[in-house]
């Protein structure tokens, strides 16, 4: 067995995004291994272990009571996780939900361990559009796996955050639990401080004259990402209670009250979200009540017009008929028709303009 090397107090841990630790050994023996994985083994909240095949977690647990082991796979399929099967027991139904892309976040008990379902989220900083990342995980008494779809979930950052809490490391499988959870509900926080942050740029363009974006386009890629994220929030909401209310409180009472501020931020996200929805409505409706508004100013502009204009065409189609009128054939005529279009015109402007009307 490999011991990890002692290190300076400020020399940063292995797995931290910045000193990645090293890939374990793929859970196949086919090669290339088609299924990355890495490997973490602590023993009385210290790590003693890292790197190691998946094939001897058996051997590890075994050793002393007190080790517990983490476990993460990238991309695997039923085949890669047949040795978890062989390791923990899995179900086959457990293994299914694993492999297979698209489940509901959720929380699902079996004899000897649990299985979690979440998503991470990222936003593009440009444009807003939400990415999500599928995360499973099975929580055993002694161990805890991670599956991961892709590598849109920074694992790196995941290490880093428990090498940050080491103190609590002693508590075992609900310390590297609440570790995910706390990581994969900061990013929810994140996403809806970026939405509404991005909802109040957004809302400041409503009356601009000239406006630097399109607020009916990008109201609406608003409100598609704050949908995505409310789907991914609210079920994790009850995934939450649901893990609190059956967690053993013997063996990680110590570890509630961090859990319980994991799902306080959660319920924040998922409320947020609801405003969130509200707001970006609001200001779609108010960007539609807006042009409807200038439309009317538009017509009423354009009929004002319309009625000045139809004052010279009035008097001129009176002065041009081919009939004898007072000043027909004189110069008197054609000031007396002047100054009547000036008269009028000017009056009905005025009278329009008073109104609002231009």
Same mark, same amino acid.
């Given at each position: 067995m490999t011991s990890l090397p002692d290190r300076a107090p400020d020399t940063p841990a292995p797995g931290e995004p910045d000193a990645p630790g090293p890939n374990a050994p793929t859970v196949t023996r086919a090669q290339p291994p088609r299924c990355p994985t890495r490997?973490?083994?602590?023993?009385?909240?210290?790590?003693v272990q890292e790197g190691f095949p998946a094939e001897r977690i058996s051997e590890l647990l075994a050793?002393?009571?007190a080790t517990t082991v983490w476990l993460d796979l990238r991309d695997p399929d039923a085949d890669d996780l047949q040795i978890l099967v062989q390791e923990f027991g899995l179900h086959p139904l457990a293994v299914e939900d694993a492999v297979q892309d698209h489940q509901r976040p959720k929380l699902d008990h079996y004899p000897t361990y649990r299985f979690l379902n979440t998503y991470a989220v990222t936003l593009d900083d440009g444009t807003s559009e939400l990415s999500t990342s599928e995360i499973s995980a099975f929580i055993t008494g002694r161990a805890l796996i991670t599956v991961r779809k892709d590598d849109a979930f920074d694992v790196d950052t995941l290490v880093g955050r428990w090498d940050l809490a080491a103190d609590l490391a002693v508590h075992g499988v609900p310390f590297l639990v609440h570790g995910l959870l706390d990581l994969?509900?900061?990013g929810h926080l994140r996403a809806v401080q970026h939405l509404d942050d991005a909802l109040e740029q957004l809302e400041d363009q409503l009356f601009e004259p000239r406006p630097?974006?399109?607020v009916r386009r990008r109201g609406f890629e608003l409100r598609k990402s704050i949908a995505g994220l409310r789907h991914v929030t609210v079920p994790m909401r009850?995934? %939450?209670d649901r893990y609190l209310r059956t967690e053993d409180?013997?063996?990680s009472a110590a570890m509630l009250p961090y859990v319980h501020d994991v799902q306080d931020h959660e319920q924040r996200a998922a409320e947020s979200c609801e405003a969130l929805r509200e707001h970006a409505?609001?200001?779609i409706d108010s960007h539609r009540n807006e042009q409807s508004y200038q439309l009317n100013e538009v017509t009423k502009k354009l009929a004002g017009w319309a009625a000045i204009i139809a004052v010279p065409t009035a008097v001129t189609g009176f002065y041009g008929q081919n009939v004898p009128y007072p000043g027909f054939s004189h110069h008197a005529g054609f000031v007396t028709s002047t100054l009547t279009i000036v008269v009028l015109a000017g009056g009905l402007f005025a009278? %329009?303009?008073r109104r609002g009307w231009l």
């Open positions: 490997t973490r083994a602590y023993r009385h909240g210290q790590v050793e002393d009571e994969v509900v900061d630097t974006l399109d009850e995934v %939450l409180r013997r063996t409505l609001a200001i009278l %329009l303009r």
